[in-house]
């Protein structure tokens, strides 16, 4: 178990609906990461938070947006869903904000768009 | 930003047989590179991971070595079970870098 806590599991939604996946960070962590896998790719980073603040930002989708809340739990919302958003997300938390500490991922939350 | 290139994206082995994966980067000031395990269905979760300070790192038949001036470091896994079949990634990240992966290296190892 990594700690890191991500719902729901299993999302199954239609195009042009908006969802919200949730994560709460590994005790101790102060920053979040979100990722985006689809089928056979390998792990595209969507944004990080550190401490409550935006950090860094990846080829985010401007339909898509997150925030990281004072108890450090993040959420990330998707808007507009289209079939090309079927994914599985990831979240992943570490200790440092400058990607020099391990990752500690979640088990993700999969995203299907019908 | 960083560019991480990984090689092989498939690499089929019969079990007791070596395995090499090998990543290039693009910027001579990150200096964190972990790897990365995903089994099928799975979330990622770190194997082993290198400090640009340091230009190998064992942990029993996984290592891991660095070379910072022609940037590129590799995983290396010997006497292969089917259980190491996996998909592998590789990282870089440290200073102004947020963490970037490879694209993945999916390893089969055969019985």
């Known amino acids: 178990d990594s700690g890191v806590t991500q719902t729901p599991k299993h999302l199954i939604t239609a195009t042009g609906q908006r969802v919200t996946l949730r994560c709460s960070p590994r005790?101790?962590?102060?920053?979040v990461y979100w990722y985006q896998q689809s089928l056979d790719q390998g792990l595209q980073f969507l944004i990080q938070y550190y401490n409550g603040e935006e950090r860094a930002k990846g080829n985010i989708l401007e339909r898509f947006s997150a925030q990281q809340f004072p108890d450090l739990h993040s959420e990330l919302n998707l808007s507009s869903l289209e079939l090309g958003d079927s994914a599985l997300y990831f979240c992943?938390?570490?200790?440092?904000?400058?990607?020099?500490?391990?990752?500690?991922f979640g088990n993700g939350t999969r995203l299907t768009v019908t | 930003g960083e560019n991480v290139e990984q090689h092989p994206s498939t690499l089929s082995v019969q079990e007791g047989d070596s395995a090499v994966i090998k990543c290039t980067y693009s910027?001579?000031?990150?200096?964190?590179f972990p790897w990365y395990k995903q089994e099928l269905g799975k979330r990622p979760q770190l194997i082993i991971d290198?400090?640009?300070?340091?230009g190998e790192k064992k942990d029993q038949r996984i290592a891991v070595t660095l070379n910072k001036t022609a940037k590129h470091f590799s995983l290396h896994i010997t006497e292969t079970q089917p259980e190491d079949s996996a998909v592998y990634f590789c990282?870089?990240?440290?200073?102004?870098?947020?963490?970037?992966f490879g694209r993945g290296t999916s390893l089969i190892v055969h019985p």
């Open positions: 005790s101790g962590d102060l920053s």
């Open positions: 910027d001579s000031a990150s200096n964190y």
């Open positions: 290198i400090r640009s300070n340091v």
């Open positions: 990282a870089v990240s440290g200073g102004s870098y947020i963490p970037t």
């Open positions: 992943a938390s570490s200790v440092e904000p400058d990607g020099g500490a391990p990752l500690h």
